[in-house]
């Protein structure tokens, strides 16, 4: 019998007390993280395997999930990355000409817990109105003192390093050896589809740990270099604005996206933020400051560089080139006189829309250019 | 950039009357843009015939031309107006094929009117279908294998290559009329010169069939800085091959991955931007092989649309109102989203729930018409519904429909879903037909035993629906088994959209007995706002719909409340004028102070624009769903006479469960459907009545024939629009009828009242307070009796009718008004013969006649009752006399008949139309001619009229054959009344009949050669030639009267039409008439 009455009854306790009934879709261990919700109403194997939600109990707001299953071509890593999903159905079976297994099986397997029958709409607008906080998926109809134990003992995302968490730990290479360009990414939690995009602009990427020294990229003498995107708190990575600065000044053209866009902003004086419940979805609107273009992007985000249209405080080497219509934050930045590009949004979309996409020919033209 | 600052007055063309594939939905995106465009500063002027709208109401625009929206009339008015602009886009196909017609005959360039919103080489791109397929071609985007043919010959060489099935779309015609799929050469042929006939360009396309591809739409919008969002997803149900206006549709989409769903919306920015939209919204509909995913085009229509009005309520996106703001200059950043308030409307929305359309059809009127579902539309109307799920939502739509259905539920009987057995091979059979009841068909199929693949292979319908649908089945026998009822199990069911009904019947209950134990467990549904982001952004705009949820969202402001319940889905009988009443009645209420509450289920409609009333809550009409929020909201009452007969229905449960009618008691309506106690009440009154008598058995019905005397009139007791009402002239005529119109039992009883034979029939609309009861107009109807008056063509004030008699109607509706203690609005019809006035019909709530009394005296009627409803008295609302206007208003009804081509156009006691047209002039005959024009009916100024009578009618068209031959028309008629109108000094030609041999009748029609036909029924042994006769002239779209009053009607028509220049005058200008004689009156 599948009808939910008959599944095992779960939770979701929140570091304010407030708890959420629903129903565990399979047996799994709790899970401790973040909570926050993405409003992407498709896409949730590109989101559950985006190395950015690591640490991350992802509250989905699209209300049915799992209904085309999931498949080898649209992960954007080698497997999911969250530490928990809040859904409100789970879908039991799946139909699509690409799908290749159902999630619920696949989510069991790599032992992340899903809630279900949560009212998810309930759990958005009270993040919404508190603010993303530390919670927990557990077992059973009122909250354990275990489960409060392990929520104590969750770390507060503020002051998480968890991009050197998720980086490759050795270099690889993506794309033909023959290409023309030659890129390095720095990981810090690089989704795949930026990877497919460069290749699909004529580059091989070379991807290295987030930690690698500047001078190792130098000497390999790249045609540009690229900051991915990635978990937790840039202000932790204290590692990479040295490093940025130092291959900046040598001239190279640099494309930060997300984390990477955050990492460029403290490079060069400026101070990133958390955001009260952060931007995570495929509907937001970002104004081209430059023309006036309004672009749907994707975003993922729980911390922003501050600032405004008005400008970067600390700053000054930066200027602002994209906006966020919603509340006005920063979305991009380009460094007034090297090639450093940033965009906080998500260019490769996977999931979202990509009316940004032509930034990554925009940044080979930088290329061609350095 | 801000509005244009160069525009000052803008023409909007509407959609004019209610037809399949263009309904009510263009009321709601005309009053929209209106407002949108007035809030700017802009002059706005609209034509529109259709009176039953909103956006006919004097308010709405600075100037209201209820004219024909024809290029002629919009041209006059042009003329007259001289505005700067055209907004051509809010109107459905009907005002974009006359933007575009003004556009080609220099009358846009002559008077210096730009077309905005649209420009007219976009339209052209869009609508033709060769230039629409090199157009994709170009932006590398794939169209149905499809070649143009403008003759049958093409269209020959054309089939050789696509092969059988061929799918056949007529360019430029609305809701793919004309078009269909053909299967083997003789249906191709069929309809390729059906198809090439009424395209206006005479051109059809001609596809290879995507038969069970998925089919998807996407509501898309584009700013003049090349700013493009999608509004919204919609998958539908129905794999292709039905029509996406008949399909079950679901919003968001589904079952697309995110990769495959970004590849739509690639190839929907790059469409709208190849065509050239440059300020506006299209619609863009796509086909997916399920088994690769390859992607083809199917069609875009750069214009709002039905899917657009469902998407925006779907979303809360308000396409036309945004639409409007964008033709007139701003970018979708400089608009605020209405629901937030708080960010751009340059986003796109995001949906936590799901969404579901449900189609209504009504196949029951239109009994020779095939109910197979193709690519021409043939629904009239649709429910739409928001659950948190795919489960919940549907079944909330299907209880919306008020089909009988309490959700996914068989029918009673096999043959309620369309079958004769439920064997396996007959099940199989059905299924591979999309009909309306497929979707039950369906769960019968999977209680039979028939599994998921199997029926998805002979469906097509994606698995994963299948799958959805068969959790609510385990669900149902989980539930039907347990040995107690739990309160988490009812919460469980209740969650997958189960209503209470429902789950009376899997254990065997009353639905009184479910509901109270629900409430007993405390189980009742929570209010979700649609938001347009999911909760991201604060919103405060109570657009509600319910869900078994935890969260409620829908606080109670401690206002004073009124519920207004809407009239759901539209339905033949059951239009837009219900809606219209609705909305009058809350605009009113909300000026008086009250927190307005309405409640409905159709998005077609303007009652259901998220800020038309305080708050909407998006529900099914049902007794249960209205219970909750009425509990929820604790209103000083409830408004049930303004909706038809969706809330009048509610009125008896409503009332036991103790919640206060606003008005007319709840047994005062009863009275007026009870025959025997309101018999009473006319005796008493001295008002006479045919007689009648109600019978429970066949032969009670003989019997009470025989002593009324036939013919009589019988119909079920209870119905709606006349449903299988017949007039009977024998005996054994009355016993076929039940055998094939309607059933008689000790449950349902049938009706049977005289027939009063060559009787003329009028309908008195009146408002009381309780105390004083004031006319609102008495409409003469054009037809003789025995035609349903919603079909009958009516003229206000009466034109030939005694005054004596117009005073004895007006006398007795004072009368029945104070003894049913009406308050609000009564509906009497009379019918008047030998100088005695019967009372056929009373109804003690709006009527469809409302929108049009109240357009034709300048008082909105519905306003002014809802003010009666809460005690004021028409003292205090300020209206206290008749008014007669000082000149004529014509109303027409439209018929679907060109969509249901097997079915006689024939009128009768069974209302079959769909909208209906009004016509303002200040003589008879002009204001005729007008509704005839309005309602596609043009009268010929000259030509060649045949007529074909019956011996009867030979001594009435006498005088009018007269009158057509002095003004120079030529006469045809069959035989014998060639040689009767001859003999009678008129020159009349012999045609032969159709059975006679040829040339015959049909030959001329089908010719060219004849303008107007004039037939009357010959009897039965005619009956065939008659209805070729009929089907003839709809197909040649020749002119025709199947009444002697209309004939005569139209003789004074074209009367009038030759002897003066057409001209058009605005309603602000009729009503100024009608104060000035008031003024007049007053002062005598």
Redesign the interface.
Known sequence: ?????ERRQGFLLLEDGTL??GRLVAEAAPAVAEVV?T?????Y??VFTDPSYRGQIVVM????IG??GV?D??GESGGPQVSGIVV??M????????GDRDLSSWLAEAGIPVLS?V????L??HL??SGVMRGVIGVGHAATDDARAMLDACPSMIGLDLASVVSAKTEYSWGGPTASKHIVAYDFGIKRNILRLFESEGCRVTVVPSNTPPEAVLEREPDGVFLANGPGDPAAVTYAPATIRTIAQKGIPILGICLGHQLVGLSFGASTEKLP?GHR?????V?ELAT???L?TSQNHGFAVSGSEQGIPGAPELEVTHIN??DGTIEGMRHRELPVFCVQYHPE??????DARPLFSEFMTALGEG | MPRRSDLHKILVIGSGPIVIGQAAEFDYSGTQAARALREEGYEVVLINSNPATIMTDGEIADRTYIEPVTPEYAELVIARERPDALLPTMGGQTALNVAMELSARGVLARYGVELIGAKARAIEVAEDRQEFAAAMQRIGLKVPQGRIAHSWEEAQSIAEFTGYPAIIRPSFTLGGSGGGIAYNREEYEDIVRRGLAASPSSQVLIERSLLGWKEFELEVMRDHADNVVIVCSIENFDPMGVHTGDSITVAPAMTLTDREYQIMRDAACAVIREIGVEAGGCNIQFAVNPLDGEMIVIEMNPRVSRSSALASKATGFPIARIGAKLAIGYRLDEIPNDITKTTPASFEPVLDYVVVKCPRFAFEKFAKASPILTTQMKSVGESMAIGRTFKEALQKGLRALEIGRAGWEIGARLADDRLSDDSIESLRGALSTPTPERIFQIKRAMIAGMSLDQIHEITAIDRWFLDQLLELIEAERWFAGLTAIEPDHVRQMKRLGFSDRQLAEFRGETEAAARERRWRMGIRPVYKMVDTCAGEFPSSTPYLYSSYDVENESPRTGRKSVIILGSGPNRIGQGVEFDYMCVRAVLALREQGYETIMINSNPETVSTDYDTSDKLYFEPLTLEDVLEIVHRERPLGVIVQLGGQTPLKLTKGLGEAGVTILGTSPESIDIAEDRKRFEAIARDLGIRQPDAGTATSVEDAADAAARIGYPVLVRPSYVLGGRAMQIVYDEPSLREYFETAARVSEERPVLIDRFLEDAFEADVDAVSDGETVVIGGVMQHIEDAGIHSGDSACVLPPYRIDESDIDAMKRHTVALAKALGVVGLINVQFAVKDGIVYVLEVNPRGSRTIPFVSKAIGVPLASVAARVMLGETLEDVGFTREIVPPFVSVKEAVFPFTKFREFDPLLGPEMRSTGEVMGISDSFGSAFAKAQLSADNALPLDGTIFITVNDGDKPTVTPIARRFHEMGFHLYATDGTARYLTRRGIPTRAIRKVHEGRPNGLDLLKNGDIQLLINTPLGKHAQFDDYQLRQAAIGQRVSYTTTMSAASAACDAILSLRSRAASVRSLQEWHEMVREEGLAQEQL
């Open positions: 019998m599948t009808v939910a009455a959420f009934h919700f409003t992407n109403m498709s896409g194997q590109e707001t699209a209300p049915m209904n085309y498949n071509e649209d409100r159905d879908s039991r079976s799946y139909s699509n000409w690409r029958d009212d998810t709409r309930q958005t607008r919404r109105s419940y979805g495929g509907n937001h609107p104004r006036g273009k309004v749907i219509l919603n979309a996977a999931p979202g829309p990509h």
